[in-house]
């Protein structure tokens, strides 16, 4: 479209008269006028062409955002159950280390109590050893067993004791 108003207004000029000159002028403000006219079409059709395009690239990234929400969702009802469970095995562990260290007091306690028990029983052994030196050296056999019962004397007292109680009348007393 310009170029033709370039050149009929370059044919005007060449033709010099006031008829061409005018022709040329209303021919090159025409051609003005529909060229800003068109360019301001296509821009218009560019810019909705850029919305459309923008209104689908944002509801592209509406349903990409909606999907990265669930998936964030999800991960995070995963990991709030992966730290409770861990919370609970955590207070689980708590709890055992308490009965552990509980039940290591109680044998610690028993451990001092034997060691207690045991030099008692050494300091007993060591006495007895000394005395049955001390009767060994004076000449004793050490234990005559006098003061135990014989086989006699218990199988009278089983006897006794099976025996029926009879009281001085003859007749029989209530057990």
């Known amino acids: 479209m310009l170029a033709v108003a370039f050149l009929v207004v370059a044919v005007a000029l060449v033709v010099e008269t006031l008829a061409a000159l005018t022709a040329a002028a209303v021919v090159a403000l025409l051609a003005g006028i ?25 509801r592209s990234y509406q349903g990409v955002m909606a999907a990265r929400m669930r998936e964030q969702a999800v991960y995070a009802a995963s990991i709030t159950d992966e730290v409770t469970r861990q919370a609970r095995t955590i207070t689980e562990l708590h709890g055992e280390r308490r009965l552990l260290e ?46 135990v019962p014989t086989i006699v004397d218990l199988l009278n007292w089983e006897q006794a004791v099976a025996a029926p109680a009879v009281d001085s009348t003859g007749q029989r007393k209530p057990a």
């Open 34 to 58: 529909v060229a800003a006219r068109v360019l301001v079409g296509e821009l218009a059709q560019t810019r909705r062409e850029w919305a459309k395009d923008r209104a689908e690239q944002a």
């Open 102 to 147: 509980c039940r290591l007091a109680e044998l610690v306690a028993r451990l001092r109590t034997e060691t207690y028990r045991s030099a008692e029983l050494q300091a007993d052994l060591s006495d007895l050893r000394a005395e049955a030196e001390e009767i060994a050296a004076e000449g004793g056999t050490g234990w005559d067993g006098a003061d």
